[in-house]
């Protein structure tokens, strides 16, 4: 669906918003605004990397940036999926998904609403959407940060396996958000040799995105080195565990043989030398006793137990 949204005051430029494209919604921008089927397929693209892309055509300026999405019952982790901005002429085109929408929401509201009209010129309007999408990044890893310090205090007493699938999502998220964050970086630094006319106030923005993603991608970095930790602190944990279970259990088959022993010996039906006297049941459980405390005596000197 394709809308116009409004400003409270008036502005040279103008801001289509277009949610989930259709293909009625492609037939209109074709017809009306002159879209090329290229790029319509570019805009229709749900798997495009982010990149900046200029049509010689139609002068029109591509952008697609990657923005974080939270996680859901489907999907346990934070995935990334591109918000797509065309530029043509003095006309802001918004591009985003069901799951994106979420961006663009924010500027509903009337003080948002007042904020984008203090835009001087369109690529100053475009370098506030890119602003406020940049900053999504340091609340999903601070959302991150959050769950992984409720994990590491689990480690002082236990982790299950469920405490593992949590601490694999947090992983994998931040897989997705660093390579998000860096091809956003990427396809922000080509800015500075686009086509795009920047003013001097259009440059400073594009200078603060710069500088919330590189925070943004210092965050992710740091986060993910402390989840490695993490993770391998917890597979040492788990490992020296087993290790433990491991020796406990060798040493009480070993203790547990020695009665086994005699009195498989003692038990065959058959004369054996030494021992002939009503007795012989009390020197045998003796003579295990003393043999199963000498090889505890010997585990606990070696450090068995």
Same mark, same amino acid.
């Given at each position: 669906?394709?809308?116009?949204?409004?400003?409270?005051?008036?502005?040279?430029?103008?801001?289509?918003?277009?949610?989930?494209?259709?293909?009625?919604?492609?037939? #209109?921008?074709?017809?009306?605004?002159?879209?090329?089927?290229?790029?319509?397929?570019?805009?229709?693209? #749900? %798997?495009?990397?982010?990149?900046?892309?200029?049509?010689?055509?139609?002068?029109?300026?591509?952008?697609?940036?990657? @923005?974080?999405?939270?996680?859901?019952?489907?999907?346990? %982790?934070?995935?990334?999926?591109?918000?797509?901005?065309?530029?043509? +002429?003095?006309? @802001?085109?918004?591009?985003?998904?069901?799951?994106?929408?979420?961006?663009?929401?924010?500027?509903? $509201?009337?003080?948002? #609403?007042?904020?984008?009209?203090?835009?001087? /010129?369109?690529?100053?309007?475009?370098?506030?959407?890119?602003?406020?999408?940049?900053?999504?990044?340091?609340?999903?890893?601070?959302?991150?940060?959050?769950? #992984? &310090?409720?994990? $590491?205090?689990?480690?002082?007493?236990?982790? /299950? &396996?469920?405490?593992?699938?949590?601490?694999?999502? =947090?992983?994998?998220?931040?897989?997705?958000?660093?390579?998000?964050?860096?091809?956003?970086?990427?396809?922000?630094?080509?800015?500075?040799?686009?086509?795009?006319?920047?003013?001097?106030?259009?440059?400073?923005?594009?200078?603060? !995105?710069?500088?919330?993603?590189?925070?943004?991608?210092?965050?992710?970095? =740091?986060?993910?080195?402390?989840?490695?930790?993490?993770?391998?602190?917890? &597979?040492?944990?788990?490992?020296? &565990?087993?290790? /433990?279970?491991?020796?406990?259990?060798?040493?009480?088959?070993?203790?547990?043989?020695?009665?086994?022993?005699?009195? +498989?010996?003692? +038990?065959?039906? !058959?004369?054996?030398? @030494?021992?002939?006297?009503?007795?012989?049941? !009390? =020197?045998?459980? !003796?003579?295990?006793?003393?043999?199963?405390?000498?090889?505890?005596?010997?585990?606990?000197?070696? %450090?068995?137990?």
């Amino acid at each position: 669906m394709i809308r116009q949204q409004n400003f409270p005051v008036d502005t040279k430029y103008k801001w289509y918003d277009i949610s989930n494209l259709s293909e009625q919604d492609s037939d #209109r921008l074709q017809d009306e605004f002159n879209f090329t089927p290229d790029i319509i397929s570019y805009i229709s693209d #749900r %798997h495009e990397r982010p990149h900046y892309d200029y049509d010689v055509h139609t002068h029109s300026h591509l952008l697609v940036y990657d @923005v974080p999405i939270w996680p859901t019952n489907t999907i346990k %982790h934070f995935t990334a999926h591109p918000i797509t901005f065309l530029v043509v +002429g003095e006309n @802001v085109f918004t591009f985003h998904t069901e799951s994106t929408s979420y961006v663009f929401d924010e500027f509903n $509201d009337e003080p948002m #609403r007042e904020r984008l009209s203090e835009a001087k /010129d369109v690529t100053e309007l475009l370098m506030i959407f890119l602003l406020y999408a940049s900053q999504y990044f340091q609340r999903a890893v601070t959302q991150l940060d959050v769950e #992984r &310090n409720s994990l $590491d205090q689990k480690l002082s007493d236990d982790i /299950d &396996n469920k405490d593992l699938v949590e601490l694999s999502n =947090i992983e994998k998220s931040l897989v997705y958000l660093s390579s998000s964050i860096q091809t956003d970086l990427m396809m922000l630094h080509s800015l500075d040799h686009s086509k795009l006319s920047f003013t001097k106030t259009a440059h400073e923005r594009l200078d603060d !995105v710069l500088i919330e993603s590189n925070q943004a991608a210092e965050m992710i970095q =740091i986060s993910q080195q402390v989840t490695k930790t993490l993770s391998a602190t917890s &597979n040492n944990m788990m490992n020296n &565990n087993l290790n /433990d279970t491991m020796k406990f259990l060798t040493v009480w088959s070993l203790v547990l043989t020695i009665p086994t022993i005699l009195t +498989g010996f003692y +038990g065959m039906n !058959v004369d054996l030398p @030494v021992i002939h006297s009503p007795f012989d049941w !009390v =020197i045998i459980t !003796v003579l295990m006793i003393v043999l199963m405390v000498w090889l505890v005596v010997l585990m606990r000197k070696h %450090h068995f137990f």
